[in-house]
């Protein structure tokens, strides 16, 4: 049966999906203003750099934005959205403009900067500003590292931060030079996501079995091991405020999210239905990383 020629069939499915989207989010608010980016591509034409070139320096000078905020990436269509811990709302920062679709993970600098991985292997930096893209070609980089997941953890010489790349095994990226090396082997599988804090410590997750492990950056090895309910297909995470935020799908198009505690080792999910399918998500190295009262 087609539902083109059943008006009375697509009338009620309409009814019963507006009913299902006003129902069953739980999130605190959701704001949608409008967006600089909505007017369109940059008219200027984009050339793709050549390998180890690219915009790879800061723009403005760090830590200058962003604190309050978790940075997540959605698909359908490709858009950045701030997430606030405090009070578990989004809002939408704007469609992307980069000549790519098809979203995959993201990692923030200190210099409200995402870095944005594309499923076709392109990696850009967007200026989060005003969307800006422009596109980047790390040096060195192996057929391996075609897709990644990434999170930055700032330097333990307290001079600047560190890019870290997640598939089969930890990977770290120099941000001036754009050169990648292989740091050595985790037990996180294939591809995995990332993220880091203000003091040096990075983490890996994936949602295979809600496992996020503190990583040794110099090794890969495994620190310590926790364990969240947060599984599905979907999935991305970043360290705010001295916990881990997981985001996951499970059985829908929709992230839910989840809060994970690692020294009291609770999970709590505090948004069962985002409204978005989010693929990836970041938080600079200048969030706070103890907690926030």
Known sequence: ???????????????????FVACTSDRAAYIDPPSYADAGPPESAFVSPEAGTGDAGPHEVE???????????????DAIHRFEPKTLAFSRLGYLQ???????SMAIDRYDTAWILYTSGRLFKVRLDDLRCDEIVLRGRTPELFLFGMGFSKND??????????????????????????????ELG???ELTGTGDGQLYGYVSLNGTVL??????????????TPAIGSSWAFAQWGGDFWLFVTSGMARSSV?????TMKTSTVVIED?????????????VPYKPVQ
């Open 63 to 77: 830590c200058a934005g962003g604190e309050d905020f978790v940075y997540v990436l959605s698909k359908g269509p």
């Open 274 to 286: 985002s409204g978005i399918e989010i693929v990836g998500a970041g938080s600079s190295t200048c």
């Open 214 to 227: 503190h990583i040794d950056k110099t090794s890969g090895q495994t620190l310590e091991r926790h364990r």
């Open 258 to 262: 989840t809060r994970y505690s690692p």
């Open 1 to 19: 049966m087609s539902f083109a020629t059943e008006p009375r069939v697509s009338l009620v499915l309409a009814v019963m999906m507006t009913a």
């Open 98 to 104: 980069c000549p790519d679709s098809g979203t995959f």
């Open 157 to 186: 010489s307290g001079d600047g931060e560190t890019l870290y790349l997640g598939q089969d095994g930890l990977w770290k990226v120099d941000t001036k030079t754009l050169e990648v090396g292989r740091a050595g082997a985790t």
């Open 190 to 192: 294939y591809t995995f």
